[in-house]
């Protein structure tokens, strides 16, 4: 399987985490973006918040309503991808150009998710 396969597939099985009326964190990165792609084809009643303007701009492309951060309730899921995991799956996020806003999104969250392919293992 291709890595974009792995990615494809990983961001498929997190979307089928999604329920309706759900408020759901979208990460940022190309696995989190597979995520978006299959959440949006389900075309759920939910709302988005973006960790990044990249994935607000792609997901209100694709259909899927965005709130700012502090606008909702909770959020009941986020789904987000990493640059590495390591043995005891500890994780090194992005570099900086929306860790903040991944880490606030983050803290604002009932539950997360992780999604990577096989090559971010070290």
Known sequence: MSVE?????AGEAAAAL????MVVGL???????????ALAARKLDIVGVATSRSTAALAQELGIRIAELGETGPIDLTVDGADEIGPALSLIKGGGAALL??????????RCVVIADAGKRV
């Open 101 to 110: 806003r991944e880490k606030l999104v983050w803290e604002a969250s009932r």
């Open 18 to 21: 999604v329920q309706p009326g």
């Open 27 to 37: 990460g940022t990165g190309s696995t989190a973006a597979w995520f978006v792609r």
């Open 5 to 9: 396969d792995q990615k494809r597939a």
